[in-house]
Structures are given as structure tokens and as C-alpha cells.
């Protein structure tokens, strides 16, 4: 079955030492996202990439970075984890990134921070 | 700007009863909605969506929803409730132009079906 991986689905880490989460998709999708949620609040959108072009979100952290280096993975660095980066982290993809697609999301990976 | 607004943190169910779990929109233009469901440390998952067409639409594991534009709202439903069903339910809305596919949710429902 098409589907969106997200490993490790749990990352353990300490504060201040980089991690990086990685997201993979069979979906051949155009586009993926990296969302933040935290406690049962509603999945905040950090970034995206349509193909190789990264969109930042104006209120995302220099703290976190991306990269894309094919269709099928994209990965999320943390370069400096703080307490307050203890969150899942969503992996979406979709078609084509118009208003209308549907996006699919991974498992998640839950990051803490020790 | 657009937003959503899901006015139950709670709803309580006795199994087998109807659910409704409410959302409210608000956008400039014609609304996209989407309705995600997400079980304990697990991802989304998609139910059902609007775009255009018919006000009721028909998603996954038998739920529905009905757009109903003068009241701007569009509530997910199930005719009979299942233990399963319990879960977290998120409302979204795409905008209707420029911004691409940006989503943005609701605050969420937890959803507790009771035997």
C-alpha cells in the first residue's frame, strides 16, 4: 500500500544536541509537509516543499531545517533542541499542493527533550 | 484570513446513539473543508471532504458531513456510535485562493464513546 513512513516513531533526545527526523512517502507526491503538535492542540504547520521549492512558515524557528533530497524523503533537523520542542512531529504529503488535495498524513514521531 | 472553529474540548456518546461533532468556518471566498481523525500517537487520518457539490458528503468508517453555507458550518456525523470511533477529530479549511494547500485546523474534539 501507498503510504507516508515516519522513522523513528519515537526520538529521545537532550537539550541542545541536533536530531533529525526523517519522513518518506511510495505516494509519488509533488509536495510534503512537516507539522508540530503539541499536547492534543491542533497540528501547526512549520514548512513545506513543492518538489525541490521550500516554503517556509514566517513563524517558524531558525531552530528547525529541511531537506529534501529526492521525491520520496524529506528530513527535519532540530539543530538546538529546547525543552519546548517536545512535540509529535506530522509528515504530510499531497498531490500537487492545490487548495483542494487532500493531504496524508505519516504516524508521527513523538520527540522528547531531556 | 481563514479559521475554524470547533466549540466542543468534549462530546459523549453512548454507542450505538447518533454523534455530531461540530465545526464552524470562516473564509473569505468558497470553502475547502477537511475532516482528519486521529487515534492515540498516531497521525491523521483522512475521513471526508468538501470541495462542491452535494452538502452531505460521505466519508470513511461511515461518517458523513453536511455543509450548510448560510450557517457556515460543517458538522462530521455518524448515524450509530462505535467504541472505535473514540478518538481525536480535527476540522480544517484550505484556502479558496492563493496560499496553496495550507491547512488550517480546528482546536480538535475528543470523542468518547461509552458501552
Known amino acids: 500500500d501507498a503510504m507516508v513512513i515516519q522513522n523513528p516513531r519515537y526520538q529521545v533526545t537532550q537539550f541542545g544536541k541536533p536530531v533529525t527526523l526523517s519522513c518518506s512517502q511510495t505516494?509519488?507526491?509533488?509536495?510534503m509537509y512537516w507539522y508540530q503538535q503539541k499536547s492534543s492542540q491542533a497540528p501547526k504547520l512549520l514548512f513545506h516543499?513543492?518538489?525541490?521549492?521550500?516554503?517556509n512558515e514566517a513563524d517558524t524557528p531558525d531552530n528547525f531545517q529541511s531537506r529534501r533530497p529526492n521525491t520520496s524523503f524529506c528530513f527535519l533537523d532540530i539543530r538546538s533542541p529546547g525543552l519546548g520542542d517536545a512535540a509529535m512531529y506530522l509528515c504530510?504529503?499531497?498531490?500537487?499542493?492545490?487548495?483542494?488535495?487532500?493531504?496524508?498524513f505519516g504516524p508521527g514521531t513523538r520527540l522528547t527533550v531531556l | 484570513a481563514q479559521s475554524v472553529a470547533q466549540p466542543e474540548d468534549q462530546v459523549n456518546v453512548a454507542e450505538g446513539n447518533p454523534l455530531t461533532v461540530k465545526c464552524t468556518y470562516s473564509?473569505?471566498?468558497?470553502?475547502?473543508l477537511f475532516w482528519y481523525v486521529q487515534y492515540p500517537n498516531r497521525g491523521l487520518q483522512f475521513l471526508l471532504k468538501?470541495?462542491?457539490?452535494?452538502?452531505l458528503v460521505k466519508g470513511s468508517y461511515g461518517f458523513e458531513a453536511e455543509f450548510n453555507k448560510s450557517q457556515t458550518s460543517f458538522h462530521l456525523k455518524k448515524p450509530s456510535a462505535l467504541v472505535s470511533d473514540s478518538a481525536l477529530y480535527f476540522c480544517?479549511?484550505?484556502?479558496?485562493?492563493?496560499?496553496?494547500?495550507?491547512?488550517?485546523f480546528g482546536t480538535g474534539t475528543q470523542l468518547k464513546v461509552e458501552l
Open positions: 504530510a504529503t499531497s498531490r500537487e499542493g492545490q487548495n483542494t488535495d487532500t493531504q496524508y
Open positions: 505516494l509519488n507526491h509533488n509536495v
Open positions: 516543499y513543492y518538489d525541490k521549492d521550500f516554503n
Open positions: 473564509v473569505s471566498g468558497n470553502p475547502y
Open positions: 468538501y470541495i462542491t457539490g452535494d452538502n
Open positions: 480544517a479549511v484550505s484556502p479558496f485562493t492563493g496560499g496553496g494547500n495550507k491547512l488550517t
